[in-house]
């Protein structure tokens, strides 16, 4: 056995260690789970079915832990680890794949095939074969904190002069971000997307924490939310970018860690994190639903429905709402925000992906099969009719502008924070 | 009713038999629960804090999460859920039948003609399951010969048992082939009798730990279009 295939198999026996390998030894591949992924129902060719892209994972998996595999492995369809092999596995678990974890929800055996794919990314990973613009992500992260290498200093400028607009809208020179503050209960992990696409996201959280009369800060060298590591499959680097961030909330002297409105940043961060860095955080982490439904709820603010009146619909982050268990928590708060609210049908841990999860944005050779998969989330919204598609997530949040645009949906995207800000009373 | 039920306790023959189907029952399971702690390798600690109970979401994969309004390949595919039900309903009265030969040889079926008819009607959607799998693409694309050898195991079982309970064919020669299915069912698809409950715990527990299970989403609401 040469290193290549040492490695990737020791790779795949630790990450089939607990689960995995039920999973993988419950498919009967019946075929069903076909309806349910969006990939597939766009572009319906074997290749895309989970259960035939499942099977290619499963094959290495068989050829090392089954006694058929190892005996005869052509009987079970068991394949041995090589270059080739894994080169192919590329396409499938990359390119055509978000993890989005539909398919294991409806499997007729209980399958949990998102977490197949993801073993299957974690042995890539483990020989080097992450496609180079994910594996660009992962390693902006790494080396500056933020997966867009923005420097501390453009952070700090941002964040001044969004504090300088909100302080003209709020007419309170309280209201700010706070920079680098030590001994605020929040530390507040953003996207770094909001500092240079979304800036509204990023002013609509500082108005509503103003508003809160919340104590928070931002770092400025380990803010980001988001974490490719855990798109690419390799678990040390996604502790590591985990690590940071944690240990600079803990730094700063921070009660809370409050993450922003960000699907696969909160599973990384409240769930994978820990068992990445093997180890409890010190301290709690929430998203910020939480927080502003805890605020809401408590009358820390208060909120004014007629202020956003045009239809709003939700769109679920798989990351954050079939992975997460954060579901409740938007629909909550956007009854309270918004005088006509609708849900997409399916909706919560049924809904589907926008297809732009899983990496799929940073991996540009998949690019024309990321817009065509999202065609079903475009539909869901053209049915609701509604003008504003509300997304607790700013990776959806770009893959619906782009559909926005292609299956010209006429909408506006926004975070839920945005609504929220829009509707504080007090506010103009 | 089975010509030798009078006599098969006192054949060696199918006292042998009787021994080798037991050894490949004990096969089966051990090999299984190998399989089953291989798999396991000391678990996986969670570091997580919980935002819900693991017990509540293994009790909800197991029950609702099942249910036809719930799950899209049932509702979406009601006919294979159907023959892929009736199917194992056969398989397991078959398996049921070599466990009663084996405990007690000489009880007389109570209903052999209506077992016999049920017994038919899985066969019937077991073949339907095997020709689907060989002529649909997508099926055939993923699929390896133990998905065929496994469905065909088990239809043979079904059809041995109708000619065991029409009087067909002797006790001896049913437990042979019950055997044969034994100590194959640990190695190929077959195994699935343990890991789809292993499987869909690990799921549903992980699920429920993390708040998604229970599920609200029959909730009743507001929809767009």
Known sequence: MDDFEKTARDALRTAIRGSGAYHMDACVRCGLCADSCHIYLTDPVPENHPAVKASKVISLFRRYNTLLGMIAPGLVGARRISQEALDELVDVVYGRCTCCGRCGINCSIGADVGSIMRIGRTVLASVGKVPPNLQAVVQNQLMTGNQMSIASDELKSTAEWISQDLQMETGSDDARIPVDEKGRKIVYLINPREVKFFPLSLSAAAGVFHAAGASWTISSKFYDVTNYGMFSGHGDDAAEITRQAVEEAIRLGAEEIVLSECGHGFRSFRWEGPNWMKKAYPIPVRSMLDVMLEYIESGKIKVDPSKNTERVTLHDPCNLVRWGGVVEQQRKILKRVCSDFVEMTPNREQNFCCGGGGGMLSMSEYGERRILSGKIKADQISATGAKIVATPCHNCADQLLELNKKYKLGIEIMSVCELVFNALVGNK | ?225
């Open chain 2, 1 to 225: 009713m089975s010509p030798d039920f009078a006599h098969t306790k006192s054949s060696p023959l199918f006292e042998i038999e009787r021994i080798i189907t037991l050894i490949g029952i004990v096969w089966a399971i051990l090999l299984l629960l190998i399989q089953w702690y291989i798999a396991w390798g000391g678990g996986r600690a969670e570091f997580s804090a919980p935002s819900g109970r693991a017990i509540s979401g293994i009790i909800y994969n197991f029950t609702i999460a099942m249910l036809p309004s719930h799950k899209e390949s049932i509702s979406k595919h009601p006919v294979e859920f159907v023959i892929g039900l009736l199917m194992h309903i056969g398989v397991f009265i078959s398996i049921l039948k070599v466990f009663i030969l084996l405990v007690s040889p000489a009880t007389i079926p109570l209903i052999p003609s209506f077992i016999s008819i049920l017994l038919g009607i899985s066969v019937m959607c077991g073949f339907y399951l095997f020709v689907r799998r060989m002529i649909a693409i997508d099926l055939r694309s993923m699929s390896a010969p133990d998905d065929y050898i496994s469905i065909l195991l088990t239809i043979g079982l079904m059809i041995m048992a109708i000619a065991h309970e029409t009087g067909q064919i002797s006790s001896d020669v049913f437990l042979i082939y019950a055997s044969i299915l034994f100590f194959y069912l640990p190695l190929g698809k077959l195994k699935h009798v343990l890991f789809f409950f292993i499987a869909r715990a690990e799921y549903g527990g992980r699920l429920g730990y993390r708040g998604v299970y229970p599920a609200h989403n029959n909730v009743k609401e507001r929809s767009g279009g």
